[in-house]
């Protein structure tokens, strides 16, 4: 039986997609350290940061990764990525106090603010925006990073985290943009603006007067109190115990991501082969149909205008080759529909890891029954009845912002 070009073309094409397409993805990284500043810092120049809890980014993941995106595990990952962080902000040596913050009711020198993108076991990205108390934005950036297998490897996993080149890389940016644009007398002034904020909140009346604001988020020196003013002095141990406070917030992130991690790592690790799996299938049931399709349509074109019947018979045949691909993506895309399952379902488990925890301080245990953001609430009214009481007042005075 002769048989036309095309025709057989197609049917090559039907061994070729039934024999199946394997693809691997193979990543080197080469990694960047963090970096420590060689020059040596004095102690009133090193600035304190707060590393705000994530945005978990759900308003902005594309619609062709909605279906592959835990919303519980990005929630966590809100947590568990700023306190990475701030662990490596910590490790450099190049800055104060460096804390996850659970909300912005402390003023801190620097703020860093980060929203997740991307996020899977192969792949990690998120926008990250700098600014200082006196409300100027120091960059946003955006970062991206891609693993490979390695970085899953026992000996690996131990020593750090899959995409702890992405945190090296933030604290490095962030201490070059420093030192390039940020003077002593600069700094001084953000460290100033950042204590006269705290203490506006405790007690607008005594100290409103020594910041100027051209907006809402935008604050300037006007002046500034004695060193040897007693109500400074007082704003200054409320500071403290807000910091003692902290401390013990840490606490929390610390056993929160230590709690995190095992599952979170077996997830992750788990989900890299599930996403080349997908990513794999998805396209070989993609091939499938623009092939299948462009076989079925071949083999009608030819079974209609055949004058023979060997070339009717060829078409025909061509047909339900087609026929055959088209149905091997239908079933290429159920499978892929599995892996999907399997990735959800890996997510509830990892969901039951992170419950909420107790906060115990030196007088009193806070239960956090909701989230250690809004605990945090509590804890400022706290501070203010504490400051309230020291100044001899009967009420606390009224926050401000």
Same mark, same amino acid.
């Given at each position: 039986?002769?048989m036309?070009f095309?025709?057989?073309?197609?049917?090559s094409l039907?061994?070729?997609?039934?024999n199946?397409c394997?693809?691997h993805?193979?990543?080197?990284t080469?990694?960047e350290p963090?970096?420590?500043?060689?020059?040596a810092?004095a102690?009133?120049f090193l600035?304190d940061?707060g590393v705000?809890?994530?945005d978990?980014g759900l308003?902005e993941?594309?619609d062709?990764?909605?279906?592959t995106t835990?919303?519980?595990i990005?929630?966590?990952?809100?947590?568990?990525?700023?306190y990475?962080l701030?662990e490596?902000?910590i490790?450099?040596?190049?800055w104060g106090i460096?804390?996850?913050?659970p909300?912005d009711?402390?003023?801190?020198d620097i703020?860093?603010?980060?929203?997740i993108l991307?996020s899977?076991?192969?792949?990690?990205?998120m926008?990250?925006? /700098? @600014?200082d #108390?006196?409300g100027? $934005?120091?960059?946003t950036r955006?970062?991206r990073?891609?693993?490979?297998? =390695? !970085?899953y490897e026992?000996g690996?996993r131990?020593?750090?985290d899959?995409f702890q080149?992405?945190?090296?890389?933030?604290a490095?940016d962030l201490l070059?943009y420093r030192?390039?644009? /940020? @003077?002593? #007398?600069?700094i001084? $002034?953000?460290?100033a603006?950042?204590?006269?904020?705290?203490?506006?909140r =405790? !007690?607008?009346?005594?100290?409103?007067?020594?910041?100027?604001?051209?907006?809402e988020?935008?604050y300037?020196l006007a002046?500034l109190?004695a060193?040897?003013?007693?109500?400074?002095?007082r704003?200054?141990e409320?500071?403290?115990?807000d910091?003692m406070f902290?401390d013990?917030?840490q606490?929390?992130?610390?056993v929160?991501?230590?709690?995190?991690?095992?599952?979170?790592?077996s997830?992750?690790e788990?989900s890299y082969?599930e996403?080349?799996?997908l990513?794999?299938?998805?396209?070989n049931?993609?091939?499938?149909f623009?092939v299948?399709t462009?076989?079925?349509?071949?083999g009608?074109?030819?079974?209609?205008?055949?004058?023979?019947?060997?070339?009717?018979v060829?078409?025909?045949a061509?047909?339900?080759?087609g026929?055959y691909?088209i149905?091997?993506?239908?079933d290429?895309?159920?499978?892929a529909?599995i892996?999907?399952q399997?990735?959800?379902?890996?997510?509830?488990s990892?969901?039951g890891?992170?419950?909420?925890?107790a906060?115990?301080?030196?007088?009193?245990t806070?239960?956090?029954?909701?989230t250690v953001?809004?605990?945090?609430?509590?804890?400022r009214e706290?501070?203010?009845?504490?400051?309230?009481?020291?100044?001899?007042?009967l009420?606390?005075?009224?926050?401000?912002?």
């Amino acid at each position: 039986m002769k048989m036309t070009f095309s025709q057989l073309a197609g049917l090559s094409l039907v061994a070729v997609m039934a024999n199946g397409c394997a693809t691997h993805t193979v990543r080197t990284t080469a990694y960047e350290p963090v970096i420590t500043d060689a020059e040596a810092i004095a102690e009133e120049f090193l600035m304190d940061v707060g590393v705000a809890v994530f945005d978990p980014g759900l308003d902005e993941i594309d619609d062709d990764e909605e279906e592959t995106t835990n919303h519980q595990i990005r929630v966590a990952e809100s947590r568990y990525a700023p306190y990475l962080l701030a662990e490596t902000l910590i490790r450099s040596g190049n800055w104060g106090i460096v804390y996850v913050m659970p909300n912005d009711a402390s003023p801190m020198d620097i703020r860093v603010d980060g929203t997740i993108l991307q996020s899977t076991g192969e792949s990690m990205a998120m926008r990250v925006r /700098v @600014s200082d #108390a006196t409300g100027r $934005e120091w960059y946003t950036r955006e970062y991206r990073e891609a693993v490979s297998q =390695f !970085s899953y490897e026992p000996g690996q996993r131990a020593q750090n985290d899959p995409f702890q080149v992405l945190y090296n890389s933030i604290a490095n940016d962030l201490l070059a943009y420093r030192k390039a644009n /940020v @003077s002593d #007398a600069r700094i001084a $002034e953000i460290r100033a603006v950042s204590e006269m904020r705290f203490a506006r909140r =405790f !007690s607008p009346e005594a100290f409103g007067d020594y910041l100027s604001s051209e907006s809402e988020s935008s604050y300037s020196l006007a002046a500034l109190p004695a060193e040897s003013d007693p109500t400074l002095r007082r704003i200054r141990e409320i500071r403290e115990r807000d910091y003692m406070f902290m401390d013990t917030v840490q606490e929390y992130y610390s056993v929160f991501t230590r709690e995190m991690r095992e599952p979170y790592d077996s997830w992750r690790e788990q989900s890299y082969h599930e996403t080349l799996v997908l990513r794999e299938l998805e396209d070989n049931a993609r091939r499938r149909f623009i092939v299948g399709t462009a076989v079925v349509l071949g083999g009608l074109a030819a079974a209609a205008n055949g004058g023979d019947y060997v070339t009717q018979v060829g078409g025909a045949a061509s047909v339900g080759a087609g026929a055959y691909l088209i149905k091997s993506g239908f079933d290429k895309q159920a499978e892929a529909r599995i892996h999907m399952q399997a990735l959800e379902e890996m997510g509830a488990s990892l969901e039951g890891e992170v419950a909420p925890k107790a906060i115990s301080l030196e007088d009193q245990t806070i239960t956090l029954t909701g989230t250690v953001e809004e605990q945090y609430e509590q804890w400022r009214e706290i501070l203010a009845d504490l400051y309230a009481a020291e100044r001899g007042e009967l009420s606390s005075p009224t926050a401000a912002n």
